[in-house]
């Protein structure tokens, strides 16, 4: 029997999966063939559809037909549409699932006109959310890290959450926008959560059941230290032949629970966690030993490259955070077992507004990667502000990919809770489903998939409501931008927590990330000429368009550079103009999209709307506040007066 598709308790915001989007599909004669337990969740999806909309599973002349030929795992399916028949063909059911959703976002589209064979296939592999969550509640950093939609989805006081229902439709909707795999807990692994590697593996099954049905599989975040915290060993060393003798036992034992287990994500040697360097060995001996553990099960090892001084002395000029990644791993390439996939940050710093995609990326022709994300919008907005992150993701997405992708992976930190909305922020869901969608297709228009998502999310949406919407999003970033840290310089934000301005908040800390701002300019001199060498970490043409204040992009400018605040953009503005300039537009054009936001009331569920209205009153006053500690920072500093004379204090 097939499981029936999950069902969302009173108040739970359907996201872009509500009834009405099975309205096309739910209406007609639908034929489904094929077996395995994906083609029952079609089933079960298909024929909740058709109960609702009066349309029915038939065995003979159907209006579509939906079949899995075979059971192998491909994600890839055909669609056609002729002589009045749409027809999705794949050859199992991961493909079939897919084509189904994809009929769902076609709509009365999937149905019309003739449409030759086409057939879809993810660009990528592994499409995986990295949820950073704890089982026990951190005394500093909650239960999620960097979590702004509440609790955990899939941990309630203490353990596994009994009533899995939501975490089924989780995994719906993850199926919906292509994601494919998600790792149920935090990168920084704590006592409770070491545990769910062993004597707690009970509970990720439970989680990997539930996520199972829609095609997800299950990961684990893993402590380097497990031999030593959970088996009682006296090291770690991943040369140690009992140590690696406990990791292939710990790992048969997953395996038996969770058969189609998808792997470990390790942080290691990475703001004190534990890692190889402990004992003298790379991180090649660390990801590769873990490797051959999981190697006998079709398991992977994410290595997360996030490995950097976080106890930088900053009076130290030579340290250069943003160069760790790319120094510590580019001489390891070749080095990794095939199925170890070195994790990389899309910037070398940290998820900040603007960088420069890292060097990285396309440095390591010899080893897997996967090219890390960040959905929770840690560093823009908190799910506070409207931040739609897909333009900058397709910006990312496409450096250096004119050859094919320079990544093998894609991997976003989830921005899930167990929030009503998911992700606090209701429009924040948006960043979940672009990431899905752009990592099915990595060059797809971040445009088509807003619009792709207003379509779902809000059927029947008239002209007005759909366009309000793309409105309020589709510059939302660009707008984010302007009113926090300008040109490319980063950070900025009150330390610990990263919410809001805090001009010298990291200035003088030891966790690498600094802006330099004196009386005469501002920026990091990154070049190889006069700064820190990091321009060298790039290829043509970037290592000399970057190297090179007249070449570099506006946006980066501060990144790369040390400029005085007279020096002249491409723009033709001055830095310290930009400054103003853009920091009063910003403010201005969250003004403008509450306003828009106001005129949508009537037209978008009141308490989504309610929500929504809410968070636009405290972006605003964050907005107010950043552009104002930031023109009184830097008027201060240069003494240079805005020259349309506003009001900066
Ligand atoms: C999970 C940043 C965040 C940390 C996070 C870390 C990482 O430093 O502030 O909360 O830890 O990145 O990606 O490992």
Redesign the pocket.
């Known amino acids: 029997m097939p499981l029936p598709v999950p069902v969302l308790s009173e108040g739970v915001d359907p996201a872009w999966l509500p009834e009405e989007a099975f309205r096309a599909v739910g209406g007609r004669r639908v034929l489904i063939r094929g077996s395995g337990p994906l083609v029952e969740t079609v089933h079960a999806e298909a024929a909740q559809a058709c109960a609702r909309f009066g349309g029915s599973l038939v065995s003979d002349d159907p209006d579509v037909v939906l079949e899995s030929t075979g059971e192998d795992g491909s994600e890839a399916f055909t669609l056609g549409h002729r002589d009045g028949r749409t027809t999705v063909t794949a050859s199992g059911g991961r493909g079939l699932l897919y084509g189904f959703f994809h009929v769902v976002r076609l709509g009365e589209a999937a149905f019309r006109g003739e449409r030759h064979p086409e057939t879809h296939r993810p660009a990528v592999a592994v499409r995986m959310l990295d949820h950073?969550d704890n089982v026990a509640v951190h005394p500093v950093?909650g239960q999620v890290?960097?979590g702004y939609a509440g609790g955990s989805l899939f941990w309630a006081d203490g353990r596994a959450r009994g009533d899995l229902e939501r975490v089924r439709a989780y995994g719906r909707l993850l199926a919906a926008c292509g994601i494919n795999a998600v790792a149920v807990n935090?990168?920084?692994v704590h006592a409770t959560e070491a545990r769910l590697l062993t004597d707690r593996i009970g509970e990720v099954t439970d989680l990997a059941g539930a996520l199972r049905p829609y095609g997800i599989r299950t990961h684990l975040s893993v402590t380097f230290a497990a031999p030593m915290v959970l088996g009682g060993l006296e090291t770690a060393d991943p040369l140690d032949e009992g140590v690696r003798r406990w990791w292939a036992g710990a790992t048969a034992r997953v395996y038996e629970a969770i058969p189609d287990f998808g792997g470990y994500v390790v942080?290691a040697d990475?703001?004190g966690?534990p890692g190889p360097f402990a004992y003298g060995r790379s991180h090649a001996d660390g990801a590769n030993m873990l490797a051959a553990a999981l190697q006998p099960h079709g398991g992977t090892v994410h290595w997360?490259a996030?490995v950097y001084d976080?106890r930088q002395d900053w009076r130290d000029r030579t340290t250069d955070r943003a160069r760790a990644a790319y120094d510590h791993f580019v001489p390891l390439d070749g080095a990794f077992a095939p199925n170890a996939v070195l994790q990389v940050?899309h910037g070398p710093m940290?998820?900040q507004v603007r960088e420069p995609v890292s060097p990285l990326v396309s440095a390591m022709s010899h080893t897997p990667v996967a090219v890390?994300l960040?959905a929770t919008q840690?560093y823009t907005g908190q799910q506070q502000h409207v931040c739609w992150l897909g333009p900058m993701w397709s910006e990312v997405l496409r450096f250096g990919a004119e050859d094919g992708l320079p990544f093998e992976e894609l991997v976003a930190?989830s921005n899930v809770g167990d929030d009503p909305f998911w992700t606090g922020h209701p429009l924040a869901q948006a960043n979940l489903y672009t990431f899905g969608r752009l990592a099915w297709r990595p060059d797809a228009d971040p445009g088509a998939v807003l619009d792709e998502w207003i379509g779902l999310s809000f059927p029947d949406a008239p002209r007005r409501l759909a366009g309000g919407l793309r409105r309020v999003l589709a510059g939302s970033w660009r707008t984010y931008e302007k009113y926090t840290a300008p040109l490319g310089v980063g950070f900025m934000v009150q330390p610990g927590h990263?919410y809001g301005p805090s001009v010298d908040g990291y200035e003088y800390s030891p966790?690498g990330t600094y802006h330099f701002a004196d009386r005469d300019g501002i920026g990091v001199d990154r070049s190889r000429a006069t700064g820190t060498g990091y321009t060298g970490q790039y290829t043509k043409p970037w290592d000399e368009v970057y190297e090179s204040p007249e070449t570099c992009p506006d946006e980066l400018l501060l990144f790369f550079h040390h400029v005085p605040y007279g020096h002249v953009l491409k723009s033709g503005s001055t830095v310290i103009q930009h400054i103003y300039d853009t920091h009063f537009e910003g403010v201005e054009e969250v003004e403008t999209a509450r306003e828009v936001w106001d005129s949508l009331a009537g037209l978008v569920a009141p308490a989504r709307h309610a929500r929504v209205a809410e968070r636009y009153e405290e972006q605003l006053g964050s907005a107010r506040e950043w552009r104002d500690q930031i023109n009184s920072y830097f008027f201060r500093k240069s003494g240079v007066p805005d020259e349309r004379g506003r009001t900066i204090h």
Do not use: L
Request: charged content about 40%; proline content about 0%; hydrophobic content about 30%.
């Open positions: 950073w950093m890290e960097r935090n990168v920084n942080k990475s703001e966690q997360r996030f976080h940050k940290d998820f890390e960040q840690e930190v990263h966790w």
